[in-house]
């Protein structure tokens, strides 16, 4: 095992053990050491040696060049590239300040960019606001999760574009496609999909806000700090399922301060600092002290800026 291999065995450990729905930890040979996090992101790229599209386009599904931005006179990124691959999961790390909402926000549509290239599959486009970017297939998820408490699970996952018959709401098919896309994506913790999100746990209420993005038809979902204030059960219960969205096909962005979470579930870390990408690297190809350096000094080993 390599050294970044060695570094990432306690964050396996420290994450812990369960079944894919694939089955990976009941099955034979190599699937059966998929047994952890950590060890199924490896086992899915061929092993930590090189990075593999897994059969899809090696296309990035997002691929900003030279993006700046600046608020009045105070730059906030500057000279931003950034990239995230179907099929993969790219971690967005960086200390507080350092343009990860800010970059997130210009992904979004949120806010305009000052300079740059935006290209989406390969094209260039212009995502001029929030619903541009929905038109896009890009999704975020932002931490306050924005869930209507006192509606049931289909009812969030619906609002604001329910399914009618005639004049009447078509309770009968929204309720039967929520069962379908939630059994799609393996969740399994939620119970009656009639349940209201004020009696959900936070792990449930993140995957139903997360779930409702998915059903726009995203092809790229951003989290942001998707297991912030979350029981280590729970965390793991999110993490699976945002591992299986990549699984699938979908570009993730994962916006983390959990080192633990960036590797035991990512497949590239990107690294902001002080509103610069200093690297954007395979999570194999790095060590926890390596990104922590990134992220609090802009270097790290013969990454990052040059000192």
Not at 77 to 103: H, Q
Not at 108 to 118: K, L, P, S, V
Request: proline content about 3%.
């Amino acid at each position: 095992m390599n050294a970044a291999g060695d570094a990432r065995e306690p964050v396996a450990r420290a994450i812990g053990s369960r079944a894919w729905p694939d089955g990976g930890s009941g099955g034979s040979g190599a699937s059966r050491a998929a047994d952890t996090l950590t060890d199924h992101a490896r086992l899915a790229r061929g092993g930590a040696a090189r990075w593999e599209p897994l059969g899809m386009s090696v296309t990035p599904a997002i691929d900003l060049r030279g993006i700046e931005k600046s608020f009045g006179s105070v730059p906030v990124l500057n000279d931003v590239s950034f990239s995230a691959y179907p099929g993969e999961i790219t971690a967005l790390v960086g200390d507080n300040g350092a343009g990860k909402t800010t970059l997130v926000n210009c992904i979004g549509g949120i806010h305009a960019i000052d300079r740059g290239e935006y290209r989406f599959e390969g094209e260039p486009v212009k995502v001029s606001s929030p619903r541009a970017a929905s038109r896009l297939g890009i999704q975020i998820v932002h931490q306050d999760l924005a869930l209507c408490e006192n509606l049931d699970i289909v009812q969030n996952l619906f609002l604001g574009r329910e399914r009618r018959s005639g004049l009447a709401l078509d309770e009968d098919l929204m309720e039967e496609t929520a069962r379908t896309a939630l059994s799609g994506l393996a969740v399994r913790t939620l119970g009656s999909v009639r349940r209201r999100v004020a009696t959900l746990s936070g792990g449930q209420r993140q995957i139903v806000a997360i779930a409702r993005a998915v059903l726009l038809d995203a092809k790229v979902v951003v989290l942001d700090e998707p297991s912030a204030a979350l029981g280590i059960a729970q965390s793991q219960q999110v993490l699976e399922f945002v591992r299986r969205l990549a699984d699938k096909g979908l570009a993730v962005v994962l916006i983390s301060h959990n080192m633990n979470d960036v590797f035991a579930v990512s497949d590239r870390i990107a690294a902001l600092y002080l509103g610069r990408m200093v690297a954007q690297v395979r999570t194999a190809d790095v060590t926890h002290r390596q990104v922590v350096e990134l992220i609090t000094s802009g270097t790290g080993g013969e990454l990052g800026l040059r000192r």
